[in-house]
């Protein structure tokens, strides 16, 4: 099968980055280039160089739903966002499948296996034709939606957890340590379901095992970060992608 050309769309340049190099690491893809912008993306899918777009949910001009009913089908669509709520509509747009922020290389690996499977099923079309919107102001979907608690679940009942209270979270194998400026619990979470539960924008991965709040970072020396009294340290393979997102802040 020819190799399937991509595009990846996202208002954040170190989402770009991420599906970049994660797209360059497979032979059965190819990146055909990457936007910012949606309307900037339907340019290029309409000359029909474009096989599969991985398309972001909350942007300018456009969000990634009014993006792929503009599409209708001409090109395969992955969702990419760090939001769950919009999953459901989501799929019955007939997206190839759904990635929540952060993605790791092993789940954007399945969505790919997803879409080469498709692929030979259904044939790639090469000259679509779409109307492209005029800009429009759109509303904030996700941010008047996003809530600034969570729920978590300890060994005998389910706490509501501000988010603002919570410093960084330790794993520690079928559980995770969440330290708070109060207190620390236990929770019977992994450290997966605490990044899907987590939003994006406030909460960054640093470690395999460890989590934290990037508001509440006191300073970053060499490979470690100051958190009131505690230290985190910055493991290797997170350690460039930490340092880029913390440069764009």
């Known amino acids: 099968?020819?190799?399937?050309?991509?595009l990846a769309v996202d208002d954040e340049p170190l989402a770009l980055d991420i599906?970049?190099?994660y797209i360059n690491q497979l032979s059965s893809?190819?990146?055909?280039?990457?936007?910012?912008?949606?309307?900037?993306?339907?340019?290029?899918?309409?000359?029909g160089k474009i096989d599969l777009v991985f398309v972001d949910i909350q942007m300018p001009s456009l969000t990634g739903i009014q993006f792929l009913r503009v599409v209708n089908?001409?090109?395969?669509?992955?969702?990419?966002?760090?939001?769950?709520?919009?999953?459901?509509?989501?799929?019955?747009?007939?997206?190839?499948d759904y990635l929540l922020k952060p993605i790791?290389?092993?789940?954007?690996l399945k969505a790919v296996q997803k879409a080469s499977s498709r692929f030979q099923t259904e044939p790639i079309i090469n000259n679509p034709v779409i109307e492209i919107p005029?800009?429009?102001?759109?509303?904030?979907?996700?941010?008047?939606?996003?809530?600034?608690?969570?729920f978590v679940k300890t060994e005998y009942k389910i706490i509501k957890l501000?988010?603002?209270?919570?410093?960084?979270?330790?794993?520690?194998?079928?559980?995770?340590?969440i330290y708070t400026s109060e207190e620390r619990i236990l929770s019977l979470q992994t450290m997966k379901?605490?990044?899907?539960?987590?939003?994006?924008?406030?909460?960054?991965?640093?470690?395999?095992?460890?989590?934290?709040?990037?508001?509440?970072?006191?300073s970053i020396e060499r490979q470690r970060i100051s958190i009131g009294r505690s230290t985190i340290p910055i493991g290797d393979s997170y350690y460039k992608d930490f340092i880029r997102l913390i440069g764009n802040q």
């Open 1 to 6: 099968m020819e190799k399937i050309r991509c």
């Open 19 to 21: 599906l970049s190099k």
């Open 29 to 47: 893809l190819t990146l055909v280039g990457t936007c910012t912008d949606a309307l900037e993306a339907l340019s290029l899918i309409q000359q």
């Open 73 to 96: 089908g001409k090109c395969k669509a992955i969702l990419t966002t760090a939001y769950s709520e919009y999953a459901m509509e989501g799929y019955e747009l007939d997206v190839i």
């Open 104 to 108: 790791s290389f092993e789940r954007f």
């Open 134 to 150: 005029k800009p429009v102001e759109t509303k904030p979907v996700v941010a008047e939606q996003q809530l600034d608690f969570i």
């Open 162 to 177: 501000s988010l603002s209270s919570i410093l960084y979270i330790e794993g520690l194998k079928d559980y995770v340590s």
């Open 193 to 218: 379901k605490m990044e899907e539960l987590l939003p994006s924008t406030r909460f960054v991965r640093v470690h395999k095992s460890y989590i934290v709040s990037l508001d509440k970072i006191n």
